[in-house]
């Protein structure tokens, strides 16, 4: 018969650790020097990013022309209109915002103004420039150089019923070398010098019809020129220092039409 052998006796099992002291949370203090770094670094974030937005966003609207206008025209209503731009403290100086367009219709051009160019206050003629006429002068077609709206030009008449000097047409500086004009061919005449070309038209007749900005007292020459027999116009080139010379002789002995 098969005996039973007494079951081994367990050791006593360990006892658990006893639980550690509890502690009690403490409020952080607002002088914690985390704390205050942390709430430095948003405000200098919430400050960038403000100036940034604000600089990414500093466009204006500026007055600029909506179709080619040339020297000498009165602003109305529709020749301008507004665009936005971003410029420079140093360059938005020269030009007009958007706000004061309306001002500026009625306001004379003193050059011609291309289309979505910006427009300045040098565009305009000054309160206390000369006052001038726009005056037609008629020029025969074939007689008359390429010209661009705001060009200088001199105008002469050809007259064959008048009498110059023989020689460069100076009556002081005669030139006895040059030769003599036929006899009844009458004589060339300067009537306008260094005027500004506004526009020009072509007429049914082929020929064109010159719109000049004068002084007021050159209008008169103007007109005359427009119904003499020959209208020849010279444009004239600006030197390095932006002059047009003297007139030199005004009048001269004609070779015929």
Request: net charge positive.
């Amino acid at each position: 018969m098969t005996e039973l052998a007494a079951a081994p006796v367990r050791p006593d099992a360990t006892p658990p650790p006893s639980s550690p002291p509890a502690r009690r949370l403490t409020r952080r203090r607002w002088r914690d020097s985390r704390l205050l770094i942390g709430v430095l670094l948003v405000l200098v974030s919430v400050v960038v990013g403000a100036r940034l937005f604000a600089s990414a966003d500093a466009t204006r609207q500026w007055v600029v022309a909506r179709q080619d206008l040339p020297a000498g025209h009165v602003i109305v209503a529709g020749d301008l209109t507004t665009v936005p731009a971003r410029l420079d403290s140093r360059t938005s100086n020269r030009y007009y915002p958007g706000a004061q367009l309306g001002r500026l219709v009625g306001s004379t051009l003193a050059r011609p103004v291309d289309t979505g160019e910006l427009v300045s206050g040098a565009d305009f003629v000054r309160n206390n420039a000369q006052s001038t006429r726009l005056v037609p002068v008629i020029v025969k077609a074939g007689r008359l150089p390429a010209l661009t709206p705001g060009d200088h030009v001199d105008v002469y008449v050809y007259q064959s019923g008048a009498a110059a000097p023989a020689g460069t047409g100076d009556p002081n500086t005669p030139d006895q070398n040059a030769p003599a004009p036929a006899t009844g061919t009458g004589a060339e005449a300067q009537v306008l010098h260094d005027v500004e070309f506004v526009e020009l038209d072509k007429l049914a007749s082929g020929d064109r019809s010159l719109t000049l900005r004068v002084p007021i007292d050159s209008a008169i020459q103007a007109v005359a020129a427009s119904q003499s027999e020959r209208v020849d116009v010279v444009k004239l080139e600006k030197d390095s220092r932006g002059g047009v010379g003297t007139t030199g002789p005004t009048l001269a002995p004609g070779y015929g039409r």
